[in-house]
C-alpha cells in the first residue's frame, strides 16, 4: 500500500539554527499538508500545499516556516530560525482531492537544544 | 480551540467485545469527519470518514455513527480484538476547507 514517508525520523538542532524536513507524498495525491504536535497536546495544521502553491495556512505557520516542493516527489518545511518552542513531532500528509482522507507519514521528531 | 472534543481519554474494553468511542464538535461547518488511529511512534493511520449528508458508514468490523443534530460522532469497532490497542483521534474538516481539526484522542486498550 502506498504511504508518505518522512525524514529523518529524528533531528535536533540547536536554537537559531535552520532545519529542513523531508516528505515523500503519495504519488497520485494532489494535496500537501504539514502538521504538527507538541507534546501532550492536539495535532495542529501548520499548512496545505496545491498546486505548487500554499492554498491555507494556519496563524502557526509565520514568516520562519515556508514549504516548498522542489522536484516531483518532495514536499519540505523549512524553519528558519529555529527557537525552544519549536521542538514537537512534525508530520506530513498528502490527499488525493480536498476533502478526502489525509494519509500521514510517521512523522520527524524535532528537537531544539 | 475545543472545537472537537474527545471526552474520555482512555477505554479499557473486552476482546470480542464492542468498543464505542465518542467525539463531539461545536463548529457547524464543519461537513466531513473522520477516526484516526496512532500508535506510538507511528503517525496516525486512517481508518474510516464519514459525509455531513450521512449518518451511518460502515467498513468491515468499524462503523461511525454522525448525529448532526447533536454535533456528535461515534466509532464502535465489532468485534474488538487485542491490534485494536491503540490512540484513536477523531478529526473534522469544514466545507471548502483543508485544514484537519483533531480532538485529544482516546486510549482504547482491548484486554485479552
Known amino acids: 500500500e502506498p504511504e508518505v514517508t518522512q525524514t529523518p525520523s529524528h533531528q535536533v538542532t540547536q536554537m537559531g539554527q535552520e532545519v529542513i524536513l523531508r516528505c515523500v507524498p503519495i504519488?497520485?495525491?494532489?494535496?500537501f499538508y504539514w502538521y504538527r504536535q507538541i507534546l501532550g497536546q492536539k495535532v495542529e495544521f501548520l499548512v496545505s500545499?496545491?498546486?505548487?502553491?500554499?492554498?491555507?495556512k494556519s496563524e502557526i505557520f509565520d514568516d520562519q516556516f515556508s514549504v516548498e516542493r522542489p522536484d516531483g516527489s518532495n514536499f519540505t518545511l523549512k524553519i528558519r530560525s529555529t527557537k525552544l518552542e519549536d521542538s514537537a513531532m512534525y508530520f506530513c500528509?498528502?490527499?488525493?482531492?480536498?476533502?478526502?482522507?489525509?494519509?500521514f507519514g510517521d512523522g520527524t521528531r524535532l528537537s531544539i537544544l | 480551540d475545543q472545537q472537537v472534543k474527545q471526552n474520555s481519554p482512555s477505554l479499557s474494553v473486552q476482546e470480542g467485545r464492542i468498543s464505542i468511542l465518542n467525539c463531539d464538535y461545536t463548529?457547524?461547518?464543519?461537513?466531513?469527519f473522520l477516526w484516526y488511529k496512532k500508535y506510538p511512534a507511528e503517525g496516525p493511520t486512517f481508518l474510516i470518514s464519514?459525509?455531513?449528508?450521512?449518518d451511518k458508514n460502515e467498513d468491515g468490523r468499524f462503523t461511525v455513527f454522525l448525529n448532526k443534530s447533536a454535533k456528535h460522532l461515534s466509532l464502535h469497532i465489532v468485534p474488538s480484538q487485542p491490534g485494536d490497542s491503540a490512540v484513536y483521534f477523531c478529526?473534522?474538516?469544514?466545507?471548502?476547507?483543508?485544514?484537519?481539526?483533531f480532538g485529544t484522542g482516546t486510549r482504547l486498550t482491548i484486554i485479552p
Open positions: 504519488s497520485n495525491h494532489l494535496y
Open positions: 464519514i459525509s455531513s449528508i450521512k
Open positions: 500528509a498528502s490527499s488525493e482531492w480536498r476533502n478526502q482522507p489525509q494519509h
Open positions: 500545499f496545491y498546486n505548487n502553491e500554499i492554498s491555507e
Open positions: 478529526a473534522a474538516l469544514g466545507f471548502g476547507n483543508e485544514k484537519l481539526t
Open positions: 463548529n457547524s461547518m464543519f461537513d466531513y
